[in-house]
Protein backbone atom coordinates (compact mmCIF):
# COMPACT_ATOMS: atom_id res chain seq x y z
CA UNK A 1 0.00 0.00 0.00
CA UNK A 2 1.13 3.41 -0.67
CA UNK A 3 2.79 5.04 2.04
CA UNK A 4 4.05 8.65 1.12
CA UNK A 5 2.05 11.61 -1.25
CA UNK A 6 4.21 13.87 -0.45
CA UNK A 7 8.63 13.75 -0.72
CA UNK A 8 10.19 16.70 1.02
CA UNK A 9 13.50 17.57 0.28
CA UNK A 10 16.39 19.40 2.08
CA UNK A 11 18.63 21.62 -0.19
CA UNK A 12 22.80 21.78 0.84
CA UNK A 13 24.19 18.63 1.41
CA UNK A 14 20.63 16.36 0.42
CA UNK A 15 20.65 17.46 -3.63
CA UNK A 16 23.03 19.88 -3.85
CA UNK A 17 26.91 18.75 -2.55
CA UNK A 18 27.39 22.00 -1.30
CA UNK A 19 28.98 21.31 2.40
CA UNK A 20 32.60 21.64 2.10
CA UNK A 21 31.99 24.91 0.20
CA UNK A 22 29.90 26.51 3.17
CA UNK A 23 31.95 25.37 5.87
CA UNK A 24 35.03 26.76 3.70
CA UNK A 25 32.81 30.10 3.06
CA UNK A 26 32.09 30.02 7.12
CA UNK A 27 35.92 29.57 8.26
CA UNK A 28 37.03 32.58 5.76
CA UNK A 29 34.55 34.61 6.92
CA UNK A 30 35.87 34.03 10.51
CA UNK A 31 38.81 34.49 9.41
CA UNK A 32 38.44 37.62 7.88
CA UNK A 33 36.86 39.13 11.08
CA UNK A 34 39.86 37.42 13.15
CA UNK A 35 37.60 35.26 15.25
CA UNK A 36 38.07 31.88 16.28
CA UNK A 37 38.22 29.89 12.97
CA UNK A 38 35.71 26.77 13.81
CA UNK A 39 36.82 23.11 12.62
CA UNK A 40 34.51 21.51 9.95
CA UNK A 41 32.99 19.35 12.36
CA UNK A 42 31.39 22.60 14.43
CA UNK A 43 30.95 24.79 11.29
CA UNK A 44 29.02 22.09 9.31
CA UNK A 45 26.95 21.47 12.48
CA UNK A 46 24.97 24.73 11.69
CA UNK A 47 24.24 23.92 7.67
CA UNK A 48 20.06 24.10 7.58
CA UNK A 49 19.63 26.63 10.04
CA UNK A 50 18.85 30.73 9.26
CA UNK A 51 22.09 32.40 8.38
CA UNK A 52 22.29 34.61 10.97
CA UNK A 53 21.14 32.24 13.96
CA UNK A 54 24.38 29.86 12.00
CA UNK A 55 26.61 32.09 12.05
CA UNK A 56 25.98 33.82 15.82
CA UNK A 57 27.54 30.65 17.01
CA UNK A 58 31.04 31.75 15.69
CA UNK A 59 30.50 34.78 17.26
CA UNK A 60 31.58 34.88 20.64
CA UNK A 61 29.62 37.14 23.55
CA UNK A 62 31.89 39.87 23.54
CA UNK A 63 31.94 40.44 19.41
CA UNK A 64 28.00 39.81 19.10
CA UNK A 65 28.30 43.58 17.78
CA UNK A 66 30.09 41.91 14.58
CA UNK A 67 27.56 39.10 13.60
CA UNK A 68 26.29 41.52 10.76
CA UNK A 69 29.55 41.78 9.59
CA UNK A 70 30.03 38.02 9.50
CA UNK A 71 26.95 37.45 8.54
CA UNK A 72 28.04 39.89 5.08
CA UNK A 73 31.32 38.57 5.24
CA UNK A 74 29.97 35.22 4.67
CA UNK A 75 28.00 35.85 1.45
CA UNK A 76 30.55 37.39 -0.07
CA UNK A 77 32.93 34.49 0.60
CA UNK A 78 29.76 31.64 -0.19
CA UNK A 79 29.33 33.51 -3.98
CA UNK A 80 33.40 32.57 -4.82
CA UNK A 81 33.17 29.69 -7.12
CA UNK A 82 29.55 28.79 -6.02
CA UNK A 83 29.10 27.68 -9.85
CA UNK A 84 31.24 24.97 -9.10
CA UNK A 85 29.26 23.29 -6.98
CA UNK A 86 26.99 20.55 -8.64
CA UNK A 87 23.96 18.50 -7.55
CA UNK A 88 24.72 15.08 -6.55
CA UNK A 89 24.60 12.31 -8.87
CA UNK A 90 21.12 10.68 -9.68
CA UNK A 91 19.27 14.16 -8.16
CA UNK A 92 17.46 14.93 -11.84
CA UNK A 93 16.78 11.11 -12.06
CA UNK A 94 15.38 10.61 -8.34
CA UNK A 95 13.54 13.80 -8.48
CA UNK A 96 11.54 12.87 -11.91
CA UNK A 97 10.81 9.08 -10.78
CA UNK A 98 9.29 10.42 -7.46
CA UNK A 99 6.88 12.61 -9.54
CA UNK A 100 6.35 9.64 -11.73
CA UNK A 101 5.19 7.50 -9.73
CA UNK A 102 2.78 10.01 -8.19
CA UNK A 103 3.96 12.19 -5.42
CA UNK A 104 3.95 16.13 -4.83
CA UNK A 105 7.91 16.72 -4.42
CA UNK A 106 8.90 19.94 -2.45
CA UNK A 107 11.91 21.57 -0.51
CA UNK A 108 11.96 23.04 2.38
CA UNK A 109 15.46 24.66 3.22
CA UNK A 110 17.75 27.14 5.33
CA UNK A 111 18.45 28.96 2.69
CA UNK A 112 16.78 32.71 1.48
CA UNK A 113 14.45 32.89 -0.67
CA UNK A 114 16.87 34.41 -3.25
CA UNK A 115 19.06 32.33 -2.53
CA UNK A 116 17.48 29.10 -3.03
CA UNK A 117 15.94 30.53 -6.39
CA UNK A 118 19.50 31.41 -7.47
CA UNK A 119 20.91 28.02 -7.14
CA UNK A 120 17.73 26.30 -8.53
CA UNK A 121 17.34 28.31 -11.90
CA UNK A 122 21.38 27.71 -11.98
CA UNK A 123 20.89 23.86 -11.42
CA UNK A 124 17.87 23.54 -13.91
CA UNK A 125 15.63 21.50 -11.55
CA UNK A 126 13.30 23.88 -10.69
CA UNK A 127 10.24 22.46 -12.70
CA UNK A 128 10.73 19.34 -10.73
CA UNK A 129 9.24 20.75 -7.72
CA UNK A 130 5.76 21.43 -6.85
CA UNK A 131 6.74 23.70 -4.06
CA UNK A 132 9.52 25.40 -1.38
CA UNK A 133 9.57 26.88 1.42
CA UNK A 134 12.38 28.61 3.20
CA UNK A 135 13.08 30.79 6.37
CA UNK A 136 11.75 33.89 4.63
CA UNK A 137 8.27 32.47 4.71
CA UNK A 138 8.85 29.73 7.45
CA UNK A 139 10.26 29.22 11.24
CA UNK A 140 14.06 28.04 10.94
CA UNK A 141 14.16 24.05 11.38
CA UNK A 142 13.99 22.03 13.33
CA UNK A 143 10.39 23.86 13.91
CA UNK A 144 7.97 22.47 12.05
CA UNK A 145 6.29 25.49 10.35
CA UNK A 146 7.88 23.98 7.05
CA UNK A 147 6.97 20.80 7.12
CA UNK A 148 3.24 22.28 8.26
CA UNK A 149 3.15 24.43 5.63
CA UNK A 150 3.44 22.95 3.01
CA UNK A 151 1.09 19.61 4.19
CA UNK A 152 -1.38 21.92 3.98
CA UNK A 153 -0.75 23.51 1.02
CA UNK A 154 -1.16 20.15 -0.94
CA UNK A 155 -4.14 19.01 1.20
CA UNK A 156 -1.58 16.04 2.42
CA UNK A 157 -1.94 14.50 5.95
CA UNK A 158 2.01 14.67 7.75
CA UNK A 159 1.54 10.58 8.64
CA UNK A 160 1.94 10.70 4.38
CA UNK A 161 4.89 13.18 4.37
CA UNK A 162 8.11 11.94 4.80
CA UNK A 163 11.26 14.60 4.92
CA UNK A 164 14.99 13.74 3.12
CA UNK A 165 17.35 15.39 4.83
CA UNK A 166 21.14 15.44 5.89
CA UNK A 167 21.08 17.10 8.99
CA UNK A 168 19.57 16.48 12.07
CA UNK A 169 17.90 19.88 12.40
CA UNK A 170 15.82 18.02 9.07
CA UNK A 171 14.98 15.39 11.31
CA UNK A 172 13.97 16.81 14.09
CA UNK A 173 11.81 19.07 12.18
CA UNK A 174 10.16 15.32 10.66
CA UNK A 175 9.42 14.27 13.94
CA UNK A 176 8.40 17.89 15.74
CA UNK A 177 5.77 17.91 12.60
CA UNK A 178 4.45 14.50 13.00
CA UNK A 179 6.07 13.46 9.86
CA UNK A 180 8.24 10.82 8.86
CA UNK A 181 12.51 11.80 8.25
CA UNK A 182 14.97 9.59 6.01
CA UNK A 183 18.64 10.62 7.18
CA UNK A 184 20.95 10.96 4.16
CA UNK A 185 24.57 10.75 4.67
CA UNK A 186 26.54 11.93 2.34
CA UNK A 187 26.30 15.95 3.71
CA UNK A 188 26.68 17.64 6.67
CA UNK A 189 26.02 15.60 9.85
CA UNK A 190 27.56 12.56 10.39
CA UNK A 191 25.88 9.03 10.12
CA UNK A 192 25.61 8.91 14.37
CA UNK A 193 24.12 12.06 14.38
CA UNK A 194 21.27 11.13 12.16
CA UNK A 195 20.73 7.85 13.95
CA UNK A 196 19.90 9.64 17.01
CA UNK A 197 16.95 11.43 15.74
CA UNK A 198 15.55 7.68 14.74
CA UNK A 199 14.79 8.07 11.33
CA UNK A 200 12.55 5.77 9.16
CA UNK A 201 15.84 5.15 7.56
CA UNK A 202 18.96 6.18 7.24
CA UNK A 203 20.38 6.13 3.35
CA UNK A 204 23.85 6.76 1.54
CA UNK A 205 23.26 7.97 -1.83
CA UNK A 206 20.22 9.43 -3.82
CA UNK A 207 20.03 6.06 -6.08
CA UNK A 208 19.82 3.93 -2.29
CA UNK A 209 17.15 6.80 -1.45
CA UNK A 210 15.23 5.85 -4.75
CA UNK A 211 15.71 1.80 -4.05
CA UNK A 212 13.87 2.63 -0.72
CA UNK A 213 11.71 5.34 -1.27
CA UNK A 214 9.81 4.21 -4.68
CA UNK A 215 8.61 0.99 -3.58
CA UNK A 216 6.58 3.06 -0.77
CA UNK A 217 5.22 5.32 -3.32
CA UNK A 218 3.57 2.49 -5.37
Known sequence: MREFDLVVFDWDGTLMDSTGHIVHAIQQACRELALPVPAREAASHVIGLRLAEAMQQFCPPDRAAQLPELVDAFRRHYQINLERVMLFDA??????????????????????????????????IAGLFDATRTVDECHSKPHPDMLLQLSDHFGVTLDRTVMIGDTSH??????????????????????????????????????????????RLC
Not at 93 to 115: H, K
Open 91 to 124: ARETLQAIRDAGAFVAIATGSSRAGLDRALAASG
Open 170 to 215: DLLMARNAGGHGVGISHGAHDNAELVRCEPRAIVHSLPELSAWLLP
